[in-house]
């Protein structure tokens, strides 16, 4: 994605850049775990990424040691639960967060089904704000509930599930002030080009900064069939009619990484998504929600 522009966005120029990067980082307590977390924050570290979208955070423990680690991210947005930030949503910053909150899906799933573990998770919104220069930014961090017989086309329990928590997260992209730039960021378990897809996009007006791109994010673990190998993570975005912006977008953290001495592995079972904002350069155009 080349540029999106407002109609009037040749009279409010942004010249800075803002970079965000999403990854749901498989933090759970399986082996390995805090390996690959460290490995993480390392990368992170040594990054120009001003702002960090985690999901699937599962443990109190990694949470501290994630922040503890990125110790460059002065600034965390995320909601304490039981036994793990509230959703599995952590939000890292090098830039200040004005505000932050946490709303809760109403759709959990049920606990007789897969979905007992979304339940426990209280999967949701961790919504953020904070100023780039002038321009207020909303960053909404998610993990949309899990499709687990992958039926995105049809009526099936998980589908209906997954979209009653899309439209739930549509009201709240909806309500966002206009002159905004709203990001909407994570793990949303629905392939690119799906029904679900197509309707959350129609239903917000928001842009896929990888619109096309059909390289999986989603790298299933042994005997989990390659079908489920999809890209399901997205940074999505909503440009206000004032700003005039252009968007890089590319994946990351597809190749093994030195999680320790001769041992190298994979950081997640997704591969990360890293966006920058930048003032427009280029000629080839994308028109924002509105501009006509």
């Known amino acids: 994605m080349d540029e999106v522009k407002g109609k009037d966005a040749d009279n409010n120029r942004v010249t800075d850049s803002l970079s965000l990067l999403t990854l749901n980082c498989f933090g ?102 904070l100023h780039w220069g002038s321009t207020p930014v909303v960053v909404i961090n998610t993990h949309v509930i899990a499709n687990y017989n992958g039926d995105w086309e049809r009526q099936g329990v998980f589908a209906r ?15 966002q002030p206009s ?14 080009g799906s029904r679900l897809y197509k309707n959350f996009l129609q239903g917000t007006g928001l842009i896929d900064t990888l619109a096309d791109d059909q390289r999986p994010t989603h790298r299933p673990p042994r ?18 009619q004032t700003m005039s912006l252009q968007i890089k977008c590319d994946l990351r953290f597809s190749d093994k990484f030195e999680l320790s001495h001769k041992y190298h592995d994979y950081i997640s079972d997704h591969n990360a998504i890293e966006v920058s904002f930048t003032n427009n350069t280029t000629n080839q155009r994308i028109a924002g929600a509105g501009s006509g």
């Open 28 to 129: 759970t307590p399986v082996p390995k775990a805090r390996r690959r977390l460290r490995a993480l924050a390392r990368q992170l570290e040594h990054s120009t990424i001003q702002l960090v979208c985690l999901q699937e955070v599962q443990l109190v423990f990694f949470q501290r040691l994630l922040i503890q680690a990125c110790a460059s991210y002065p600034f965390q947005a995320f909601e304490p639960h039981l036994h793990s930030p509230k959703g599995g949503l952590v939000t890292l910053s090098r830039m200040h967060l004005a505000t932050q909150r946490f709303e809760t899906y109403i759709e959990q799933g049920r606990w007789y089904l897969p979905t007992a573990m979304d339940r426990f998770l209280r999967k949701g919104m961790l919504i953020s704000s």
């Open 161 to 175: 599930m997954q979209e009653k928590q899309l439209h739930q997260l549509s009201e709240i992209v909806a309500i």
């Open 179 to 192: 002159d905004a730039l709203v990001v909407v960021v994570g793990d949303f378990n629905i392939p690119r």
């Open 223 to 240: 005997g989990v069939p390659a079908h489920y190998s999809l890209p399901i993570d997205f940074v999505f975005v909503r440009v206000p």
